[in-house]
T-cell receptor
Framework: AQTVTQSQPEMSVQEAETVTLSCTYDTSENNYYLFWYKQPPSRQMILVIRQEAYKQQNATENRFSVNFQKAAKSFSLKISDSQLGDTAMYFCAFMKFGVTTDSWGKLQFGAGTQVVVTP | EAQVTQNPRYLITVTGKKLTVTCSQNMNHEYMSWYRQDPGLGLRQIYYSMNVEVTDKGDVPEGYKVSRKEKRNFPLILESPSPNQTSLYFC?????????????FGPGTRLTVT
């Protein structure tokens, strides 16, 4: 079974600064997806960024970028130029690629990292 | 507007009283799934459905039932709720039945069982 570990329960960052969230995962699969989801106080789950394991290039979405290290099974999220609206819980998640025997389309989530952006 | 809706958004109930949380999507998605969110545990999958009349267990199915009679609806049924089912529940759907890597989440249902 896959496990996803987020070792930072909470992080604080000032507006306009940069913060990096760590995520490690354990899997024997070669093909998979990795995700970062944002959950603001509204509790809505919002996809921030997705990375396909077969792609070597790190994904970026505006101020959000990842550092994907497949051999190390590491998938960190960098938030640049932090804004007050970035205050949220951030979840790292893993999904196997395609049809598997134990589940199909299951997102395996980490415990989350609470990010607080201060003025 | 394309969306996943859940009802109710908040529910307080008593142990043993059967309840249903509805989930509906208007995007003609094949894949639908239920998760529960608990502090320190992230989200865990309860059940999923690859298409109409095709459902299977996730990681924490005990105490829950689902059905998929129509493509758009995927209700979660708690036949005899217990306090350990107090949680935040999310429904999700995906257009990609073969590999549902793009999942859209509903707004969540906060359930309290006393």
């Amino acid at each position: 079974a896959q496990t996803v570990t987020q070792s930072q329960p909470e992080m604080s960052v000032q507006e306009a600064e940069t913060v990096t969230l760590s995520c490690t995962y354990d899997t024997s699969e070669n093909n998979y997806y990795l995700f970062w989801y944002k959950q603001p106080p509204s509790r809505q789950m919002i996809l921030v960024i997705r990375q396909e394991a077969y792609k070597q290039q790190n994904a970026t979405e505006n101020r959000f970028s990842v550092n994907f290290q497949k051999a190390a099974k590491s998938f960190s999220l960098k938030i640049s130029d932090s804004q007050l609206g970035d205050t949220a819980m951030y979840f790292c998640a893993f999904m196997k690629f395609g049809v598997t025997t134990d589940s199909w389309g299951k997102l395996q989530f980490g415990a989350g990292t609470q990010v607080v952006v201060t003025p | 507007e394309a969306q996943v809706t859940q009802n109710p958004r908040y529910l307080i109930t008593v142990t043993g009283k059967k309840l249903t949380v509805t989930c509906s999507q208007n995007m003609n998605h094949e894949y639908m799934s239920w998760y529960r969110q608990d502090p320190g545990l992230g989200l865990r999958q309860i059940y999923y459905s690859m298409n109409v009349e095709v459902t299977d267990k996730g990681d924490v199915p005990e105490g829950y039932k689902v059905s998929r009679k129509e493509k758009r609806n995927f209700p979660l049924i708690l036949e005899s709720p217990s306090p350990n089912q107090t949680s935040l529940y999310f429904c999700a759907s995906s257009p990609h039945g073969g590999s549902p890597y793009e999942q859209y989440f509903g707004p969540g249902t906060r359930l309290t069982v006393t």
